[in-house]
């Protein structure tokens, strides 16, 4: 049976004119497949590597990530190319807080005009900051999901 995690999703809206809070509540989500995936992607490879990257589960888009520890960033880009060039956006970034660090408070720090280190709540928390007016369903269904994985105990 997969475990449940329990923490704090804050979902930002940024798209228009100032950052409003649309959604803070407490999540408790299964580690199950999809988050194991997004569990795999952020723990392998180069954690500094900020390219984009196609993923198995979708065509839909790709993510870019950011992994320092107990810190992450997680970016959803849409194509929004001629079918012909691919012209990838930036629709949603999640910042990923497992515990007060250093690295928490520099990704806060990063992010500061949007969201206020202030107005997170107890940790692990996941922060999305939506960028787009329209966001995909598919990315708006595996926010928990990507914060399912991300803290979830290692393997």
């Not at 979902?11 to 228009?16: E, F, L, P, R």
């Not at 999809?34 to 993923?55: C, K, N, V």
């Not at 995909?136 to 914060?147: E, F, N, Q, S």
Request: hydrophobic letters at 45%; a negative charge; glycine letters at 4%.
């Amino acid at each position: 049976m997969d475990p449940f995690v329990q923490f704090n999703l804050v979902i930002v809206n940024a798209s228009t004119g100032a950052p409003t809070i649309a959604r803070n509540e407490v999540v408790r989500e299964r580690v199950d497949l999809i988050a194991r995936q997004f569990r795999d992607f952020l723990a392998e490879g180069d954690p500094a590597d900020t390219s984009a990257h196609g993923l198995s589960l979708s065509a839909d888009f790709k993510i870019r990530r950011k992994v320092s520890g107990p810190a992450a960033w997680l970016s959803f880009m849409v194509d929004a190319g001629d079918g012909k060039t691919e012209d990838l956006r930036e629709v949603a970034k999640m910042l990923l807080l497992r515990e007060s660090s250093p690295e928490a408070r520099e990704l806060l720090s990063e992010h500061a005009p949007t969201f206020r280190a202030e107005d997170l709540p107890a940790l692990p928390a996941a922060v999305v900051i939506q960028t787009a007016a329209k966001i995909p369903l598919i990315i708006r269904d595996w926010y928990p999901k990507v914060a399912a994985g991300f803290f979830s105990p290692a393997r």
